[in-house]
């Protein structure tokens, strides 16, 4: 008999399965920003500077509507995961029905508004006249996709609740040597920007596709019914509930990424471009992050869901260490290669000595970032998705705005820019850790009744 692809997180030692949960997390995160490094690589090596920086001028934009769905998605995650934890299969089934259905109606809403607004979108970014009709080519492509861009997400989610990370990964795997081959082919065919753009839309398509034919042939865990296929008011609540403001949350970060590419902007197109090929790279050490704290998510769900308030704190504490060793670890491997990766992406000497100023700046305070994203994700485990959300809005946006319009607009420079990421997370952490405290006393002291 096959061994199940699903991990008991009720039971047993908690290190080992924390790992072997985020570990194909984090490399999902990882091929998902492959599909951007593949369009900035391809477009730099055969293209130019300029068609690069059109796309890295969209990453932010991506990234709101990115954020928006991983953070729907987390909110099927959460309530799914509690019910699998309260051994409630049916209503488990129900939750998985009810978060596919919004994910169709999210991903066609956001091509729809995106077609709508996208030209308002670039005119807002101060684009460079000599990149916005590029910039505005590529964002127009990419969103035509966002229907199999939301469903890739929320089905994973279903996937990860049942604690298997493993079948997205390898969905994404196929569709990421899709997106590379063609890339290459599009560009070759003289079709630029708007040809690595369709190229992810078809890619993102594959890895749906794929989990959704998993979905419907199911023999173990949940299963995907056609014939049920249809929201249940009370489920779909709580799953907004709990998914918007970590949504929010997400998109915070991207918002006011927006704002600093704005400023990056002005800078001129070599500054863009270094910054479209340093954000390839570092977002791929905020995967780890990122895995393990939606592991601490999904992990505490599926305990809150059995009662086991113990387990709960437990899996708190790992996740935190675990975060903190892998982001760590992961900055120090992009420090020593800092060279060597953005000269993949660009071999001008100017654009990488930018990106080497942008990596030192981002990545080596990264390890702040660990105490928003872990005690964030343990306090959704628990249902409560609301305040980190507002505090994320305070002190990312928040910090990140007065500092753009204040120490930024008297000393316009790219080091001074980039000093606001550290500044704001650390304000953030901060805020994050002392609502974490309180929200834990206010669980265990009503659990304890």
């Not at 081959?181 to 065919?189: K, S």
């Not at 998109?251 to 704005?262: E, G, K, P, T």
Request: glycine content about 10%.
């Amino acid at each position: 008999m096959a061994k199940s692809k699903n991990i008991d997180m009720l039971h047993g030692s908690l290190w080992d399965k924390m790992v072997i949960f985020a570990l194909p997390l984090a490399l999902t995160g990882m091929l998902q920003q492959l599909y951007n490094a593949a369009d900035v690589a391809v477009l730099g090596k055969f293209v130019g500077t300029t068609a690069m920086a059109a796309v890295g001028n969209n990453i932010a934009i991506i990234g709101i509507i990115v954020n928006l769905f991983l953070g729907l998605s987390l909110g099927g995650n959460v309530i799914i995961a509690r019910f699998i934890g309260a051994k409630q299969r049916e209503r488990a089934q129900a939750a998985l029905h009810t978060a596919f259905v919004l994910a169709l109606i999210i991903g066609f809403s956001m091509a729809i508004i995106g077609q709508i607004a996208a030209g308002a979108i670039i005119e807002w970014l101060q684009v460079p006249s000599e990149v916005e009709e590029m910039a505005e080519t590529y964002l127009r492509v990419y969103l035509l996709g966002m229907p199999l861009l939301a469903l890739y997400n929320f089905q994973s989610a279903i996937f990860r609740a049942q604690g298997d990370t493993r079948t997205p990964l390898m969905a994404l795997m196929v569709s990421s040597m899709s997106n590379v081959i063609m890339d290459l082919l599009f560009v070759q065919l003289g079709l630029g920007v708007a040809g690595v753009a369709l190229a992810t839309d078809l890619s993102n398509g594959i890895s749906s596709g794929i989990l959704c034919w998993k979905l419907l042939h199911a023999k173990e865990g949940l299963r995907l019914q056609l014939s049920k296929l249809r929201p249940e008011r009370v489920l779909l609540k709580n799953i907004i509930k709990i998914g918007l403001p970590a949504g929010i949350q997400g998109m915070v970060f991207s918002v006011s990424n927006i704002l600093i590419q704005a400023a990056i902007n002005s800078l001129g197109p070599d500054a863009m471009a270094a910054s479209a090929a340093a954000f390839t790279i570092e977002i791929n050490v905020y995967c780890f992050l990122n895995a393990f704290a939606q592991a601490t998510t999904t992990f505490v769900s599926q305990n809150y869901g059995a009662g086991n308030m113990a387990r709960c704190l437990m899996v708190t504490k790992r996740g935190m260490m675990l975060a903190l060793g892998s982001t760590m670890g992961m900055a120090v491997l992009v420090l020593l290669l800092s060279q060597q990766l953005l000269g993949f992406f660009n071999p001008d000497a100017n654009v990488i000595a930018l990106g080497t100023v942008r990596l030192w700046y981002i990545v080596a305070p990264e390890f702040l970032q660990v105490f928003i994203d872990v005690f964030s994700g343990a306090l959704r485990g628990y249902g409560y998705s609301l305040g980190p959300a507002i505090l994320t809005l305070v002190g990312i946006c928040g910090v990140r705005i007065i500092w753009l319009y204040s120490v930024f607009a008297v000393y316009s420079t790219y080091d001074v820019l980039m000093a606001c990421y550290s500044i704001s997370w650390l304000v953030t952490g901060a805020m994050i850790v002392g609502m974490y405290i309180h929200y834990r006393g206010k669980i265990l002291g009503a659990n304890a009744k």
